[in-house]
C-alpha cells in the first residue's frame, strides 16, 4: 500500500502522536536507525504519546494491512526498526522514567534509552543491569536478555522486569506481572517482540552505589596469551557484587594510552566494584602477579554512569554493522590463540570484540524463569562485532567476522546464540537457540499474536 492510499489526517487525529510520511522534511532523519548500512523506506512513521495511541496506530496499520515495525532505541543491528512499505511505531516519546525508592522499583517507557534510564536511577544509589552502549534502547535490550556490567551483580535486565504494559496484536492494552498474564511476563523475558508492544517495563532495583571503581589493563598482541589467561581466571573468580569484561579493542586516543598504542589492537581485561578502591586492588593483585606488565592501563574511579558511557564513542550512528556471537563454557587456550591471532587481521580499527562474564547472579536464576536463549550454567558470551564508516570496506569486515566466527564454533558450548546478537534471518538457529524453550514460546505466541503481526523481530511463529 502506498502512503496516499492511508488516511493520513485520520490517522494523525487517531493515534495521539505525531505522524511522518515521505512527504514532511524530517522523514528521513526519522527512519534513521543506529547501523548506517540499513535504509529502508516505511509508509508512515507514526511517535503515539501514549499506549492508547501506540494500540491506535496497530489498529490502522492493520486496518490498512500495513506490516508493523517497532522502535525503540533503533540500535538492533539488524535494523528490525525499520522497513519498506510498513509502518513504523516509534516509541521515542514514551521515554519516562520514574523511581519508587520505597518500592525500589523503576517504571521505564518503552522508548528509553539506558543513558536516560541511568541517569535518573542511579543517583538514588540504585541499578539495574543495562547494555555497554547507553544509547541501547532499554525494551529492545531486555526483551532479548540484557548483559551489561552488573551481570554478575544483579543478573540480566529480563531477570529483573517485574511488569510490563504491552499493547497487544489486537489493539489492547494489557498488564503483565506475576498476578496478571504471568506467561506472557515469561515471554517478555528473553522472548523479544514478538507478543506485543512494550510501551512501560518495570524493574526491580538492586543497591548499586552512583560511584564505581574501575581496572582496566590492556595487553598487546605478543602478550594477549599471558594476560588473558590470567584474566580469564580473575574475572572466573570475582567476589559477588563485581563485574568483569574482556574486550579486543583498538586503543582509543585517551591520555592514559601512550601515543604508540593509540589505534592498535589490544586485549582488555576490565573489572569493577562498587567498594573501597583498595579492595579492588587487592582483588587485581593475583593477575598484576601473574601477567606480564600491560601496555597501557587505567585505574580510577568513575561514576556509574560514566561507566555505562564508556565505549558509546565506539559505537556511533551511522556505522556500517554487523555481528555473530556464540557461548562457550571456557576461554581456553584454544579460544584465546583464535582471537589473539584474528583480531590484528580486521580491517576497520572500529571493529571489536567483547567477551561477556556470565556467572554470580547470573547462574543463580534457573533455568525456567525467563525465555533467555542461553544456559544459566556460567559462562562466556563472545560477541564478533564488525562496526565501519566505511560502505566498502563492510562486504570483508562482514566476512571476517563470519570467518572467525565459524572458527570458534567448534569451541561452542551449544549451538544457541543470544538473541540480541542475531542479525542473519536463521529460523533454524533461533530455535536451536530457545532449545526446549521454544514450544512453550510459540504457543505463548499462538495465543496473543496468531496472525504473527509482530514479526520484525527475531521471529517466533505461532504454533
Known sequence: MTTAEIDIEGLRSAVDGVVITPADPDYDTA?????????????VIVRPASAAGVAAAVLAARQYNLEITVRGGGHNYAGHAVADNAMMID????????????????????????????AAISP???????????????????????????????????????????????????????????????????????????TTLTFALHDVPALAQLTMLCFAPEHAAAG??????????LPKGYGGVIFAVSAPPA???????????GFVVMVAGFGDPMELEAIVKPMRDAAPAPAWELVTPIPYTALQQMFDESAPPGMHAYEKSLYVDDLSDA?????ISTFPQRRSPMTLIPIFALRGRYSE??????????????????????????????????QWTRDLWDALRPYANSSASYVNFLVDDDPARLRESYGEKYSRLTALKAEWDPDNVFHHNANIPPV
Request: negative net charge; glycine residues 16%.
Open 31 to 43: 527512519r534513521q536507525v543506529w547501523n548506517g548500512g540499513i535504509d529502508r523506506r516505511p509508509a
Open 365 to 398: 536464576i534457573h533455568e525456567d524463569t525467563t525465555a533467555f536463549s542461553g544456559s544459566r550454567n556460567p559462562c562466556w558470551a563472545i560477541n564478533i562485532s564488525a562496526i565501519t564508516p566505511d560502505p566498502d570496506e563492510f562486504a570483508a569486515e562482514r
Open 91 to 118: 516509541l521515542r516519546t514514551l521515554d519516562s522514567v520514574t523511581v519508587d525508592t520505597d518500592a525500589a522499583l523503576a517504571h521505564i517507557g518503552g522508548g528509553a534509552t539506558w543513558a536516560q534510564a541511568d
Open 124 to 198: 538514588h544509589g540504585l541499578g539495574v543491569t543495562g547494555g555497554f552502549i547507553s544509547s541501547t534502547g532499554v525494551g529492545g535490550l531486555t526483551l532479548g536478555g540484557g548483559m551489561g556490567w552488573l551481570t554478575m551483580r544483579c543478573g540480566l535486565s529480563c531477570d529483573n522486569l517485574v511488569a510490563a504494559e504491552v499493547v497487544t496484536a489486537d489493539g489492547r492494552v494489557v498488564v503483565a506481572s506475576p498476578r496478571e498474564n504471568a506467561e506472557l511476563l515469561w515471554g517478555l523475558r528473553g522472548g523479544g517482540g514478538n507478543f506485543g508492544i512494550v
Open 335 to 339: 579460544v584465546l590463540a583464535a582471537l
Open 255 to 265: 591520555p592514559f594510552v601512550p601515543e604508540h598504542y593509540q589505534g592498535q589492537p
Open 228 to 237: 588473558l589467561a590470567a584474566g580469564r581466571e580473575l574475572i572466573a573468580t
